[in-house]
């Protein structure tokens, strides 16, 4: 076997040399943080001085992107499916996140539990229960009547379609051209990194990315965090008689920021490696106990026929617009869900990065997107085929607010005490490990995109993100609205990153082609003279 080419002296392609195996440590970049603070607090102090204004001029503003752009988010989303795919079956598929000799830095069970984690934990915990019977009971297309097989089929596939290969696909994009411009090319740079092709040196526009990256990153977190928070205030209201209310859940958000701020100063090897592998523990013992003590041979039946009715169902819905009709729904679920996958974006993006460094690019895709995809078919069978299975049988969820149904549903079934408090403690440890990997992706993003940021920027920004979900709730709890508050700031921010994750991947691939892997692998290529002869 031959020896691997030597790139050194390569300054077009892999990581220079001299660049650390070991973790990268760069000053804060004391303009980008200046500035992402000091809007991020500007714009909750106003918040707080005009919180019927705010709500009125957030849902006004959302209303109109999902009203007039509602077929971009589509189109970006289901673009980003193919060219997630695309990238994993092409020649670049062998190109490594690093040096071509290195290894990936954690076990596959670990980059998988906190992939998982970060991603999407308090959503699937949120809605495993509740988008199913929404669905099951306000059906997604006309012609459906609601309660009837039909609607429990579209049901499963639209709740599979909103969680499994769309949103991985858009992390997988940013997570994708962030490792290989910090781990192939060794840049600096944070978010602004992989721009360079396009960008030319250009600093104003790369500060500019990295402050809007920031400052989405944000408000996406603090969304899942007013998720989170409801859903515990939820637990509490069924187990110990605690009522609903923002007061509550904005005493909930303080209480745990308190705890992730202490498990940002742990790093990220100890805090968030330990709490992610926790909890998956947690989630695999949770689902195997409903699929136990719930309708066992209904799941066994619904996870492959989900599967069936989704993959063939994807190419339609996949491009479903409001053209004829639907408008309202699609604006409040798919549209919704899209701009919410790309508000976090940034976040999960450079959160995959920082834990996928010498992984291969075929690798990195197939384990992102694929695998995530399974566990959400097994998820949605689970959970939801035991809540349509309850609501059929007579237990009315659809009536009771989004963050009660799972624990209604729980208290159906034995051993509900116990299943509660354990869905709760699930809760608390995805709501701390999301809120600590936001931290330092956006204390990263701070200082050049550093593997190990300062832990004092780290603190700020734990800080500002608990603030943020607890001002928001509360502000919006004024007007009826605490959720929607966050939701509407959360997709709002997303819009400008449609078009920022389009210019990345055209970044992307202009380095791809000029990788010295990917000209080997042309140089390998017989030309059709030479084929015809081998054959």
């Known amino acids: 076997m031959s020896a691997p080419p030597d790139h050194r002296n390569d300054t077009s392609a892999t990581v220079p040399e001299g660049l650390s195996d ?27 001085a005009f919180p019927v204004g705010f709500s009125d001029v957030s849902g006004n503003v959302l209303s109109w992107l999902t009203g007039n752009f509602g077929w971009a988010f589509v189109l970006a989303a289901t673009a980003f499916v193919g060219f997630s795919f695309w990238l994993m079956l092409s020649k670049h598929g062998k190109i490594r996140l690093g040096r071509d000799d290195e290894t990936p830095e954690f076990s ?34 006309a012609g459906i009547a609601a309660g009837t097989d039909d609607a429990e089929r579209a049901a499963m596939t639209y709740s599979m379609f909103h969680w499994a290969l769309h949103p991985w696909a858009i992390y997988a994009v940013v997570g994708l051209a962030l490792a290989y411009a910090w781990y192939r090319k060794g840049r600096t740079g944070g978010f602004s990194a992989p ?45 110990f008689g605690v009522a609903i209310g923002r007061g509550a859940q904005v005493t909930i958000v303080l209480v745990l920021t308190v705890c992730f701020v202490i498990s940002a100063f742990s790093g990220i090897e100890k805090g968030i490696k330990w709490l992610s592998n926790t909890n998956l523990v947690l989630t695999v013992a949770l689902m195997f106990f409903l699929f136990v003590v719930g309708p066992t041979v209904f799941i066994l039946d619904l996870a492959p026929a989900t599967a069936g009715n989704y993959l063939s169902a994807l ?40 834990i996928s460094r010498g992984r291969t690019v075929r690798e990195f895709v197939l384990g992102v997107v694929a695998a995530p995809s399974v566990v959400a078919l097994v998820w949605f069978s689970v959970l939801g085929g035991t809540a349509l299975t309850a609501e059929r049988n007579g237990t009315d969820l659809s009536t009771l607010a989004q963050e009660s149904q799972f624990f209604t549903l729980l208290d159906t ?92 991947c055209v970044a992307l691939v202009k380095d791809l082609r000029s990788d ?17 002869q081998q054959n």
């Open 315 to 354: 190419p339609r819905i996949s491009f479903r617009t409001g053209a004829y009709g639907g408008q309202e729904w699609l604006s409040g679920w798919t549209i919704f869900y899209w701009a919410w996958w790309m508000s976090w974006a940034p976040f999960v993006g450079t959160f995959l990065a920082r």
């Open 195 to 239: 721009f360079a092709p396009l960008l030319k040196g250009r600093q104003g526009p790369a500060k500019v990315i990295d402050v809007l990256a920031i400052f989405a990153t944000l408000f996406g977190t603090a969304t899942s965090l007013g998720l989170g928070a409801a859903q515990i205030n939820g637990g509490l209201d069924q187990v």
């Open 22 to 48: 070991g973790p990268t440590r760069f000053p804060v970049d004391k303009v980008v943080f200046g500035v992402s603070a000091a809007a991020v607090i500007v714009f909750l102090a106003l918040a707080l």
């Open 108 to 141: 596959t069970v670990s980059w998988f539990a906190m992939m998982f984690s970060a991603g999407m934990g308090i959503g699937l915990l949120f809605y495993g229960v509740s988008e199913p019977i929404t669905h099951f009971l306000t059906p997604p297309e």
């Open 413 to 504: 079934l034995p051993l509900s005490s116990i299943s509660s408090v354990l869905v709760m403690v699930a809760i608390v440890i995805y709501f701390v490990t999301s809120a600590d990997s936001a931290s330092i992706v956006m204390a990263s993003l701070s200082s050049r995109g550093a593997d190990e940021p300062n832990r004092g920027v780290t603190v700020a920004w734990a800080l500002l993100t608990g603030a943020t979900a607890a001002i928001l709730l509360w502000v919006g709890g004024a007007t009826g609205g605490g959720i929607a508050a966050l939701k509407n700031v959360a997709i709002i921010v997303a819009f400008p990153f449609m078009f920022v994750m389009i210019a990345l």
């Open 516 to 532: 010295p892997a990917s000209r080997s692998a042309r140089r390998r290529t017989p030309a059709p003279a030479e084929q015809a």
